[in-house]
Antibody
Framework: EVQLVESGGALVQPGGSLRLSCAAS????????MNWVRQAPGKGLEWVSY????????HYADSVRGRFTISRDNAKNSLYLEMNSLRAEDTAVYYC?????????WGQGTLVTVSS | EVVMTQSPATLSVSPGERATLSCRAS??????LAWYQQKPGQAPRLLIY???IRATGIPARFSGSGSGTEFTLTISSLQSEDFAVYYC??????????FGQGTKLEIK
């Protein structure tokens, strides 16, 4: 069974940093592109970042470029999102999602709250 | 960036009836469109990709159509478990892919 499990969400002050993780099981992470997608409370979905299967190609949304860093460790079946200079508008549930352009499996999400 | 507009924002339909949800793109996205279902407290679930191909395990009552800028998700006979929020997503002009704001399908 394919599973994606996010962790690392927390309450953090504006300007702070956080690292999210996504543990994959039930499939070979090394064969798939991966993404982070977020959802602010009561709002819609926003794509955040993409990483190719081997990590050689990375893309970011304009809203996070220069502050967030996506990475992966295929040997550990894990995906990461390093978030710096966090702002109130980054408050959201962050999902990891498998796929190139449409996303066939999603994790349950981890909540990041940016507030003083 | 391609803007996706879904209508209506809320759709009230009785169980057993047909529901038709619309999604419009601000520019041509060919058939590079997906639909997702999201229930409260849950992650989105992929229903349709490439405008009309059902994802694995999705019941036949869900169908997608359209191309270019106009797309439709049809649920032929609503079941109780179908009441949820539905999002369309374009991935033709990527990155970024962009989502619509969602249509809430509620019980009439």
């Amino acid at each position: 069974e394919v599973q994606l499990v996010e962790s690392g969400g927390a309450l953090v002050q504006p300007g702070g940093s956080l690292r999210l993780s996504c543990a994959a099981s039930g499939f070979a992470l090394s064969s798939y592109e991966m993404n982070w997608v977020r959802q602010a409370p009561g709002k819609g979905l926003e794509w955040v970042s993409y990483i190719s299967s081997d990590g050689s190609t990375i893309h970011y949304a304009d809203s996070v470029r220069g502050r967030f860093t996506i990475s992966r460790d295929n040997a550990k079946n894990s995906l990461y999102l390093e978030m710096n200079s966090l702002r109130a508008e980054d408050t959201a549930v962050y999902y990891c999602a498998r796929g190139w352009r449409s996303y066939d499996y999603w994790g349950q999400g981890t909540l990041v709250t940016v507030s003083s | 960036e391609v803007v996706m507009t879904q209508s209506p924002a809320t759709l009230s339909v009785s169980p057993g009836e047909r529901a038709t949800l619309s999604c419009r793109a601000s520019q041509d996205v060919s058939r590079n469109l997906a639909w997702y279902q999201q229930k409260p407290g849950q992650a989105p679930r992929l229903l349709i990709y490439a405008a009309s191909i059902r994802a694995t395990g999705i019941p036949a009552r869900f169908s997608g159509s359209g191309s270019g800028t106009e797309f439709t998700l049809t649920i032929s006979s609503l079941q109780s478990e179908d009441f949820a929020v539905y999002y369309c997503q374009q991935y033709y002009n990527w990155p970024p892919c962009t989502f619509g704001q969602g249509t809430k399908l509620e019980i009439k």
